[in-house]
Protein backbone atom coordinates (compact mmCIF):
# COMPACT_ATOMS: atom_id res chain seq x y z
CA UNK A 1 0.00 0.00 0.00
CA UNK A 2 2.63 2.53 0.92
CA UNK A 3 4.42 1.51 -2.25
CA UNK A 4 1.03 2.37 -4.37
CA UNK A 5 0.23 5.93 -2.50
CA UNK A 6 4.24 6.62 -3.30
CA UNK A 7 4.00 6.11 -6.95
CA UNK A 8 0.47 7.71 -6.67
CA UNK A 9 2.18 10.75 -5.52
CA UNK A 10 5.17 11.00 -7.98
CA UNK A 11 3.36 10.54 -11.10
CA UNK A 12 1.35 14.01 -11.07
CA UNK A 13 5.26 15.45 -9.95
CA UNK A 14 6.58 13.62 -13.12
CA UNK A 15 3.83 15.15 -15.13
CA UNK A 16 4.35 18.72 -13.50
CA UNK A 17 8.09 19.08 -14.30
CA UNK A 18 7.59 17.30 -18.06
CA UNK A 19 5.58 20.01 -18.57
CA UNK A 20 7.77 22.78 -17.16
CA UNK A 21 10.43 21.54 -19.62
CA UNK A 22 8.13 21.25 -22.20
CA UNK A 23 7.82 25.09 -21.59
CA UNK A 24 11.42 25.84 -21.28
CA UNK A 25 12.23 23.83 -24.27
CA UNK A 26 9.61 25.90 -26.36
CA UNK A 27 11.10 29.02 -25.20
CA UNK A 28 14.69 27.89 -26.12
CA UNK A 29 13.10 27.39 -29.67
CA UNK A 30 10.89 30.31 -30.05
CA UNK A 31 14.96 32.38 -29.28
CA UNK A 32 16.92 30.27 -31.30
CA UNK A 33 14.11 30.45 -34.57
CA UNK A 34 13.46 33.86 -33.81
CA UNK A 35 16.66 35.79 -32.87
CA UNK A 36 19.56 32.80 -33.89
CA UNK A 37 22.68 34.58 -34.57
CA UNK A 38 23.93 31.18 -35.89
CA UNK A 39 23.72 31.51 -39.46
CA UNK A 40 24.99 34.97 -39.09
CA UNK A 41 28.00 33.74 -37.71
CA UNK A 42 28.75 30.88 -40.07
CA UNK A 43 28.80 33.63 -42.63
CA UNK A 44 31.45 35.35 -40.78
CA UNK A 45 33.74 32.59 -40.53
CA UNK A 46 33.04 30.99 -44.14
CA UNK A 47 33.50 34.38 -46.07
CA UNK A 48 35.83 36.55 -43.76
CA UNK A 49 38.21 33.82 -42.97
CA UNK A 50 37.15 31.12 -45.31
CA UNK A 51 39.50 27.60 -45.01
CA UNK A 52 40.99 27.00 -41.52
CA UNK A 53 43.36 24.38 -42.14
CA UNK A 54 45.92 23.58 -38.99
CA UNK A 55 49.25 25.57 -38.82
CA UNK A 56 47.47 28.32 -41.38
CA UNK A 57 47.35 32.04 -41.28
CA UNK A 58 43.23 31.43 -41.52
CA UNK A 59 43.50 29.41 -38.49
CA UNK A 60 44.54 32.31 -36.10
CA UNK A 61 42.07 34.43 -37.98
CA UNK A 62 39.25 32.19 -37.13
CA UNK A 63 40.76 31.72 -33.77
CA UNK A 64 40.78 35.08 -32.79
CA UNK A 65 36.94 35.39 -34.30
CA UNK A 66 35.71 32.46 -32.29
CA UNK A 67 37.28 34.59 -29.14
CA UNK A 68 35.76 37.19 -30.23
CA UNK A 69 32.39 36.01 -31.05
CA UNK A 70 32.29 33.62 -27.07
CA UNK A 71 32.25 37.36 -25.51
CA UNK A 72 30.30 39.29 -27.95
CA UNK A 73 27.31 36.27 -27.53
CA UNK A 74 28.07 36.71 -23.74
CA UNK A 75 30.31 34.13 -21.98
CA UNK A 76 30.90 34.31 -18.15
CA UNK A 77 34.54 33.76 -19.57
CA UNK A 78 36.83 33.37 -22.75
CA UNK A 79 39.68 31.98 -23.44
CA UNK A 80 42.49 30.39 -25.63
CA UNK A 81 43.66 27.04 -24.76
CA UNK A 82 47.49 26.70 -26.27
CA UNK A 83 48.10 23.12 -27.95
CA UNK A 84 50.52 22.00 -30.91
CA UNK A 85 49.25 21.33 -34.40
CA UNK A 86 50.63 19.51 -37.37
CA UNK A 87 51.38 22.12 -40.49
CA UNK A 88 50.67 20.51 -43.58
CA UNK A 89 51.27 22.42 -46.82
CA UNK A 90 49.20 21.90 -50.14
CA UNK A 91 51.11 24.00 -52.40
CA UNK A 92 50.44 25.64 -55.58
CA UNK A 93 50.66 23.53 -59.25
CA UNK A 94 49.34 20.24 -58.64
CA UNK A 95 48.38 18.98 -62.09
CA UNK A 96 47.15 15.30 -63.03
CA UNK A 97 46.15 14.36 -66.34
CA UNK A 98 46.04 11.37 -69.09
CA UNK A 99 49.05 11.46 -70.74
CA UNK A 100 49.26 8.61 -72.74
CA UNK A 101 46.27 6.03 -74.24
CA UNK A 102 47.18 3.04 -75.80
CA UNK A 103 50.90 4.44 -76.96
CA UNK A 104 49.32 7.61 -78.28
CA UNK A 105 49.78 10.92 -76.58
CA UNK A 106 47.16 13.12 -75.20
CA UNK A 107 46.46 15.89 -72.77
CA UNK A 108 43.23 14.70 -70.83
CA UNK A 109 42.94 16.84 -67.41
CA UNK A 110 41.59 14.97 -64.52
CA UNK A 111 40.13 17.00 -61.92
CA UNK A 112 42.15 15.83 -58.58
CA UNK A 113 43.01 16.96 -55.02
CA UNK A 114 46.01 16.15 -52.98
CA UNK A 115 45.45 14.30 -49.86
CA UNK A 116 46.08 15.85 -47.01
CA UNK A 117 49.18 15.49 -45.07
CA UNK A 118 50.80 13.68 -48.67
CA UNK A 119 54.09 14.93 -49.72
CA UNK A 120 54.35 15.78 -53.31
CA UNK A 121 56.92 14.78 -55.78
CA UNK A 122 57.78 18.41 -56.73
CA UNK A 123 57.91 16.83 -60.42
CA UNK A 124 55.82 14.98 -62.97
CA UNK A 125 56.03 11.43 -62.52
CA UNK A 126 54.54 9.54 -65.59
CA UNK A 127 53.33 6.03 -65.04
CA UNK A 128 50.75 3.47 -66.48
CA UNK A 129 47.99 2.96 -64.34
CA UNK A 130 46.48 -0.19 -62.70
CA UNK A 131 43.41 0.57 -61.75
CA UNK A 132 41.82 -1.93 -59.29
CA UNK A 133 38.55 -2.29 -57.10
CA UNK A 134 39.89 -2.93 -53.69
CA UNK A 135 42.45 -3.81 -51.51
CA UNK A 136 41.66 -7.89 -52.37
CA UNK A 137 42.68 -7.44 -55.62
CA UNK A 138 45.42 -5.11 -55.20
CA UNK A 139 47.44 -8.36 -53.43
CA UNK A 140 45.94 -10.88 -56.19
CA UNK A 141 47.73 -8.66 -58.77
CA UNK A 142 50.73 -7.35 -56.72
CA UNK A 143 53.07 -8.19 -58.91
CA UNK A 144 51.87 -5.59 -61.53
CA UNK A 145 52.12 -3.31 -59.23
CA UNK A 146 55.93 -2.00 -59.32
CA UNK A 147 57.05 1.52 -61.52
CA UNK A 148 52.83 2.63 -61.87
CA UNK A 149 49.78 4.47 -60.41
CA UNK A 150 47.86 2.71 -59.00
CA UNK A 151 44.07 3.95 -59.08
CA UNK A 152 41.36 2.15 -56.36
CA UNK A 153 37.97 2.43 -57.55
CA UNK A 154 36.59 1.52 -54.14
CA UNK A 155 33.52 3.50 -53.78
CA UNK A 156 30.30 4.43 -51.81
CA UNK A 157 27.92 1.22 -51.13
CA UNK A 158 24.51 2.92 -52.64
CA UNK A 159 22.77 0.42 -50.43
CA UNK A 160 23.79 2.14 -47.36
CA UNK A 161 21.12 4.16 -45.88
CA UNK A 162 23.24 5.86 -43.21
CA UNK A 163 25.72 7.47 -45.37
CA UNK A 164 28.58 7.51 -42.62
CA UNK A 165 28.71 3.32 -42.99
CA UNK A 166 29.81 3.93 -46.52
CA UNK A 167 32.61 6.41 -45.62
CA UNK A 168 33.75 4.00 -43.09
CA UNK A 169 33.94 1.12 -45.79
CA UNK A 170 36.08 2.97 -47.97
CA UNK A 171 37.92 5.41 -45.29
CA UNK A 172 40.82 3.31 -45.22
CA UNK A 173 41.54 3.65 -49.04
CA UNK A 174 42.59 7.56 -48.35
CA UNK A 175 44.16 6.64 -44.86
CA UNK A 176 46.11 3.50 -46.14
CA UNK A 177 46.00 3.28 -49.81
CA UNK A 178 49.58 4.92 -50.33
CA UNK A 179 51.00 2.96 -48.12
CA UNK A 180 49.87 -0.48 -49.59
CA UNK A 181 50.09 0.16 -52.91
CA UNK A 182 53.97 1.42 -52.48
CA UNK A 183 54.73 -1.83 -50.58
CA UNK A 184 55.06 -3.52 -54.13
CA UNK A 185 56.40 -0.57 -55.66
CA UNK A 186 53.62 1.86 -56.82
CA UNK A 187 55.22 5.38 -57.60
CA UNK A 188 52.17 7.29 -56.87
CA UNK A 189 47.91 6.41 -55.65
CA UNK A 190 44.88 7.96 -57.09
CA UNK A 191 41.81 7.01 -55.08
CA UNK A 192 37.69 7.49 -55.77
CA UNK A 193 36.79 10.42 -54.00
CA UNK A 194 34.65 9.77 -50.49
CA UNK A 195 31.49 10.81 -51.45
CA UNK A 196 28.67 9.07 -53.91
CA UNK A 197 28.00 13.03 -55.34
CA UNK A 198 27.68 13.04 -59.15
CA UNK A 199 30.01 16.05 -59.81
CA UNK A 200 33.08 16.42 -60.69
CA UNK A 201 34.58 17.82 -56.97
CA UNK A 202 37.20 16.09 -55.82
CA UNK A 203 37.66 15.39 -52.04
CA UNK A 204 40.12 15.81 -49.75
CA UNK A 205 41.08 14.41 -46.56
CA UNK A 206 43.83 12.52 -44.39
CA UNK A 207 46.21 10.37 -44.77
CA UNK A 208 49.07 8.64 -43.20
CA UNK A 209 52.49 6.97 -44.60
CA UNK A 210 53.53 3.83 -43.26
CA UNK A 211 57.27 4.57 -42.19
CA UNK A 212 58.61 0.75 -43.75
CA UNK A 213 57.45 1.58 -46.69
CA UNK A 214 58.64 4.75 -49.51
CA UNK A 215 56.60 7.94 -49.61
CA UNK A 216 54.93 8.84 -52.87
CA UNK A 217 51.88 10.81 -53.89
CA UNK A 218 48.15 10.53 -52.87
CA UNK A 219 45.43 12.31 -55.30
CA UNK A 220 41.99 12.13 -55.36
CA UNK A 221 39.70 11.83 -58.28
CA UNK A 222 36.26 13.91 -58.56
CA UNK A 223 33.17 10.96 -59.01
CA UNK A 224 33.04 12.17 -62.85
CA UNK A 225 36.76 11.83 -63.62
CA UNK A 226 36.84 8.36 -61.45
CA UNK A 227 34.40 6.84 -63.58
CA UNK A 228 36.25 7.82 -66.87
CA UNK A 229 39.44 6.25 -65.42
CA UNK A 230 37.91 2.82 -64.43
CA UNK A 231 35.81 3.06 -67.96
CA UNK A 232 39.13 3.75 -69.54
CA UNK A 233 40.84 1.07 -67.57
CA UNK A 234 38.41 -1.64 -69.12
CA UNK A 235 39.73 -1.03 -72.92
CA UNK A 236 43.38 0.27 -72.84
CA UNK A 237 46.58 0.71 -71.38
CA UNK A 238 47.49 4.64 -70.11
CA UNK A 239 49.67 6.35 -68.29
CA UNK A 240 48.93 9.52 -65.95
CA UNK A 241 50.90 12.51 -65.36
CA UNK A 242 50.96 13.18 -61.79
CA UNK A 243 52.42 16.08 -60.24
CA UNK A 244 51.74 17.57 -56.26
CA UNK A 245 53.45 19.64 -54.30
CA UNK A 246 52.64 18.89 -50.34
CA UNK A 247 54.32 18.94 -47.50
CA UNK A 248 54.75 18.81 -43.60
CA UNK A 249 56.38 21.66 -41.83
CA UNK A 250 57.25 21.34 -38.39
CA UNK A 251 54.22 21.48 -35.52
CA UNK A 252 52.78 25.01 -34.71
CA UNK A 253 50.85 26.62 -32.02
CA UNK A 254 47.39 26.60 -32.50
CA UNK A 255 44.71 26.85 -29.79
CA UNK A 256 41.17 25.36 -28.28
CA UNK A 257 38.73 28.47 -28.25
CA UNK A 258 36.58 28.18 -25.10
CA UNK A 259 33.46 29.50 -23.43
CA UNK A 260 31.98 29.67 -20.10
CA UNK A 261 28.36 29.58 -18.39
CA UNK A 262 29.57 28.96 -14.62
CA UNK A 263 27.35 27.02 -12.85
CA UNK A 264 25.55 27.93 -9.97
CA UNK A 265 24.99 24.15 -7.75
CA UNK A 266 27.92 21.89 -8.96
CA UNK A 267 30.59 24.89 -10.61
CA UNK A 268 33.54 22.33 -10.48
CA UNK A 269 31.77 19.59 -13.05
CA UNK A 270 31.69 20.05 -16.43
CA UNK A 271 29.48 19.30 -19.48
CA UNK A 272 31.15 20.02 -22.67
CA UNK A 273 29.46 21.17 -26.19
CA UNK A 274 31.33 21.89 -29.20
CA UNK A 275 32.68 21.28 -33.04
CA UNK A 276 36.01 21.85 -34.81
CA UNK A 277 37.03 25.02 -36.05
CA UNK A 278 39.14 24.09 -38.54
CA UNK A 279 38.44 22.50 -41.95
CA UNK A 280 40.31 21.78 -44.87
CA UNK A 281 41.46 24.21 -47.30
CA UNK A 282 39.80 23.51 -50.62
CA UNK A 283 36.17 25.25 -49.60
CA UNK A 284 34.83 27.73 -46.51
CA UNK A 285 34.20 24.57 -44.43
CA UNK A 286 30.58 25.60 -43.43
CA UNK A 287 28.99 22.44 -42.70
CA UNK A 288 32.54 20.69 -41.70
CA UNK A 289 32.69 21.92 -39.07
CA UNK A 290 31.55 25.72 -39.16
CA UNK A 291 28.02 24.76 -38.75
CA UNK A 292 28.69 22.72 -35.30
CA UNK A 293 30.70 25.87 -34.46
CA UNK A 294 27.91 28.16 -34.16
CA UNK A 295 25.35 26.10 -32.84
CA UNK A 296 27.94 25.58 -29.55
CA UNK A 297 27.92 29.49 -29.73
CA UNK A 298 24.18 29.53 -30.27
CA UNK A 299 22.95 27.68 -27.47
CA UNK A 300 25.14 29.38 -25.36
CA UNK A 301 24.00 32.78 -26.38
CA UNK A 302 20.19 31.21 -26.07
CA UNK A 303 20.69 30.36 -22.62
CA UNK A 304 22.04 33.51 -21.50
CA UNK A 305 19.45 35.42 -23.51
CA UNK A 306 16.44 33.16 -21.58
CA UNK A 307 18.38 34.27 -18.13
CA UNK A 308 18.89 30.07 -17.45
CA UNK A 309 21.22 29.57 -14.33
CA UNK A 310 22.87 26.42 -14.89
CA UNK A 311 23.54 23.92 -11.94
CA UNK A 312 26.77 22.33 -13.84
CA UNK A 313 29.75 24.82 -15.77
CA UNK A 314 28.69 24.46 -19.39
CA UNK A 315 32.03 24.88 -21.70
CA UNK A 316 31.39 25.78 -25.11
CA UNK A 317 34.29 24.40 -27.20
CA UNK A 318 35.72 25.45 -30.62
CA UNK A 319 38.20 22.84 -31.07
CA UNK A 320 41.67 22.78 -32.64
CA UNK A 321 43.32 20.13 -35.40
CA UNK A 322 40.38 17.68 -35.82
CA UNK A 323 41.12 16.85 -39.52
CA UNK A 324 44.61 15.53 -39.40
CA UNK A 325 45.35 15.13 -35.63
CA UNK A 326 43.03 15.89 -33.37
CA UNK A 327 45.21 17.65 -31.10
CA UNK A 328 42.96 19.93 -29.80
CA UNK A 329 40.83 17.17 -28.19
CA UNK A 330 43.79 15.58 -26.87
CA UNK A 331 45.03 18.66 -25.24
CA UNK A 332 41.72 19.19 -23.56
CA UNK A 333 41.44 16.08 -22.10
CA UNK A 334 44.72 16.06 -21.07
CA UNK A 335 44.43 19.61 -19.37
CA UNK A 336 41.15 18.35 -17.86
CA UNK A 337 42.80 15.17 -16.49
CA UNK A 338 45.76 17.34 -15.01
CA UNK A 339 43.47 19.37 -13.03
CA UNK A 340 41.60 16.93 -11.78
CA UNK A 341 38.34 18.44 -13.57
CA UNK A 342 35.06 15.88 -13.49
CA UNK A 343 33.22 15.77 -16.67
CA UNK A 344 29.79 14.52 -16.38
CA UNK A 345 28.80 14.89 -20.05
CA UNK A 346 30.50 16.14 -23.88
CA UNK A 347 28.07 16.75 -27.20
CA UNK A 348 29.32 16.71 -30.24
CA UNK A 349 28.10 18.61 -33.97
CA UNK A 350 30.33 17.22 -36.56
CA UNK A 351 27.87 15.67 -39.14
CA UNK A 352 26.50 18.99 -41.16
CA UNK A 353 24.05 21.68 -40.36
CA UNK A 354 21.19 19.51 -42.21
CA UNK A 355 17.74 18.48 -40.45
CA UNK A 356 18.52 17.45 -37.40
CA UNK A 357 17.15 13.24 -36.98
CA UNK A 358 18.43 11.69 -33.93
CA UNK A 359 21.38 12.00 -31.31
CA UNK A 360 23.76 8.68 -30.29
CA UNK A 361 24.89 8.00 -27.37
CA UNK A 362 27.81 6.01 -25.84
CA UNK A 363 27.72 5.81 -22.37
CA UNK A 364 25.88 2.77 -19.85
CA UNK A 365 22.72 1.19 -20.56
CA UNK A 366 21.58 2.95 -17.25
CA UNK A 367 22.27 6.12 -18.47
CA UNK A 368 21.15 5.81 -21.78
CA UNK A 369 17.88 4.64 -20.54
CA UNK A 370 16.85 7.83 -18.55
CA UNK A 371 17.51 9.93 -21.17
CA UNK A 372 15.24 8.07 -23.87
CA UNK A 373 11.96 9.44 -22.29
CA UNK A 374 13.33 12.72 -23.20
CA UNK A 375 12.65 12.17 -27.06
CA UNK A 376 8.96 13.52 -26.53
CA UNK A 377 10.36 16.38 -25.43
CA UNK A 378 11.94 16.36 -28.61
CA UNK A 379 9.99 15.20 -31.16
CA UNK A 380 7.96 18.36 -31.77
CA UNK A 381 11.87 19.99 -32.68
CA UNK A 382 12.38 16.61 -35.37
CA UNK A 383 14.11 14.30 -32.93
CA UNK A 384 12.67 11.47 -32.05
CA UNK A 385 15.59 8.89 -31.75
CA UNK A 386 18.00 8.84 -29.10
CA UNK A 387 19.72 5.21 -29.44
CA UNK A 388 23.11 3.73 -28.43
CA UNK A 389 26.58 4.57 -30.81
CA UNK A 390 27.89 8.43 -30.98
CA UNK A 391 30.17 11.04 -30.01
CA UNK A 392 32.82 12.80 -32.01
CA UNK A 393 36.55 13.11 -32.76
CA UNK A 394 37.33 15.81 -30.35
CA UNK A 395 34.78 14.47 -27.09
CA UNK A 396 36.46 10.92 -27.70
CA UNK A 397 39.30 11.58 -25.71
CA UNK A 398 37.46 12.25 -22.74
CA UNK A 399 35.27 9.48 -22.69
CA UNK A 400 38.45 7.56 -22.87
CA UNK A 401 40.26 9.30 -20.11
CA UNK A 402 37.57 9.99 -17.96
CA UNK A 403 34.41 7.53 -18.89
CA UNK A 404 32.57 10.63 -19.47
CA UNK A 405 29.37 10.37 -21.59
CA UNK A 406 29.11 10.95 -24.80
CA UNK A 407 26.52 11.93 -27.12
CA UNK A 408 26.77 13.13 -31.09
CA UNK A 409 24.27 15.03 -32.86
CA UNK A 410 23.07 12.77 -36.29
CA UNK A 411 21.30 14.97 -38.55
CA UNK A 412 19.84 13.80 -42.06
CA UNK A 413 23.38 12.35 -43.93
CA UNK A 414 22.21 11.92 -47.41
CA UNK A 415 23.39 15.29 -48.64
CA UNK A 416 26.62 15.43 -46.38
CA UNK A 417 29.19 13.65 -48.44
CA UNK A 418 27.99 15.73 -51.42
CA UNK A 419 30.41 18.77 -49.57
CA UNK A 420 32.40 16.82 -47.01
CA UNK A 421 36.10 17.79 -47.54
CA UNK A 422 35.45 19.50 -51.52
CA UNK A 423 35.77 23.24 -52.22
CA UNK A 424 31.76 23.07 -52.52
CA UNK A 425 31.13 23.58 -48.87
CA UNK A 426 30.36 26.41 -48.87
CA UNK A 427 28.17 28.81 -47.23
CA UNK A 428 25.43 28.97 -49.47
CA UNK A 429 24.83 25.16 -49.36
CA UNK A 430 23.65 25.72 -45.97
CA UNK A 431 20.26 25.90 -45.07
CA UNK A 432 19.44 28.51 -42.00
CA UNK A 433 16.73 26.75 -41.06
CA UNK A 434 18.08 23.07 -40.73
CA UNK A 435 20.99 24.91 -38.79
CA UNK A 436 18.65 26.55 -36.12
CA UNK A 437 16.69 23.54 -35.61
CA UNK A 438 19.62 21.34 -35.23
CA UNK A 439 20.66 24.38 -32.28
CA UNK A 440 17.46 23.94 -30.70
CA UNK A 441 17.45 20.32 -30.30
CA UNK A 442 21.20 20.51 -28.80
CA UNK A 443 20.16 23.29 -26.42
CA UNK A 444 17.33 20.89 -25.16
CA UNK A 445 19.84 17.99 -24.51
CA UNK A 446 21.99 20.19 -22.96
CA UNK A 447 19.25 21.51 -20.59
CA UNK A 448 17.99 18.39 -19.50
CA UNK A 449 21.19 17.23 -19.05
CA UNK A 450 22.23 19.74 -16.98
CA UNK A 451 18.60 19.76 -14.89
CA UNK A 452 18.32 16.01 -14.31
CA UNK A 453 22.30 15.03 -14.70
CA UNK A 454 22.56 11.45 -15.43
Not at 1 to 10: A, D, H, I, P, R
Not at 150 to 169: L, W
Request: glycine share 10%.
Amino acid sequence: MKKLLLLVMLVPCIGIAQNDDSVFIKKIADEILRNGKAYDLLKQLTKNVGGRLAGSPQMVKAEQWGLAAMKQQGADNAYLQQCMVPHWVRGTGDKVFVAEIDNKQTARNLDAAALGNSIGNNKAIVAEVLAIANFDELEKRKDEVKGKIVYYNAGFDPTNIRTFKSYGETGGYRRNGASRATKYGAVGIMIRSLTEATDNNPHTGAMAYNDSFPIIPAVALGNQDADYVWALSKKSTFKVSMVTHGKMLPDTIGHNVIGELKGTEFPNEYITVGGHLDSWDLAEGAHDDGTGVVQAIEIMRTLKALGYKPKHTIRFVLFANEENGTKGAEKYAEEAKAKNEQHIFALESDAGGFTPRSFGFTMGKEKLAKIQPWAKLLKPYGIDDLSEGGGGSDIGPLGKMFGTPLAGLQPDSQRYFDVHHARNDVFENVNKRELLLGAVNMAALIYLVDKYGL
